[in-house]
């Protein structure tokens, strides 16, 4: 009887949401994404650089702060530059494909009830005008697998996002405790793997710095980034600096719950989790193949 009242509650909210939305659709203005599949093939094909923007950019955007980034006005403005130069050569924004309701009846509830509260709260955001302007590219290419019903595509998508980096040099810029491809061989199929870490939480009150590291070590190596917001508009002026960089956020997550088979987002030891509460342990020392990838640290380690 309990799952029963379940499922009528979740119907009622569902239909309640997708009512709203479809509203908002009549009166705003929809974006087109391309799908997860397509975004991966264009990236790859293309040899594109590419901005992410999901929840958390779209918060700093609306002027709220977000769990490891402080509100900034300068990355407020960043970010809003950034969402429109989609039409650049070499260069693409990716947002979250949430606007067909095909793509978010793929998703979990909780997902699916997340998205649709975002269009209802966020109109002027989610469904700006400016959006039309061109084709936009999946934010979710990084998020391949725990946010779905059904996986039966996650292997295909991940095989998509390894040949990014398959036979090529990386640098990986990334938060302290990230450790993308740790414990794990996400990144096996790289020719060679280097490391910028960066503070974990308000990175960007050290953008200048780290854009000029980034420029001053990166030679033709592919630039892989998970720093949140910061990632963000560093792919971008990265890209016009002539480096192509791949805003990859939460990939070796997705990765460490796909090998887990796990159901829902748990923490992953040595790593930080900012989905879940419980961190779990994450120790200093880890292996030397990792401290040997560190080519460079960026302001000081910060406390979880």
Known sequence: MERIFKSIKHFIRLTYLYLITRTNYCIYHVPKVLGTSDSLKKISHEKLSISRYGDGEFMIMYGKSIKFQNFDKNLQ?????????????????CIPNIYKFKETRKIKYDEEVFWLEQIRKYPQIYLNKKLQNSLYLDSFISRFYIRYKNNKESGDYLKQLRSLWGNKKIIIVEGEFSRLGVNNNLFANASGIKRILCPSKDAFDYYDEILNIILKEVKNELILLALGPTATVLAYDLYKNGKRAIDIGHIDLEYEWYLRKATKKIAIQNKIVNEVENQGNIEEELNKDYQNSIICRIGEKNEI
Not at 78 to 93: A, P, S, T
């Open 77 to 93: 403005e960043r970010l809003e530059e950034i969402l429109y130069k989609n039409n650049e050569k070499g260069f693409k924004v």
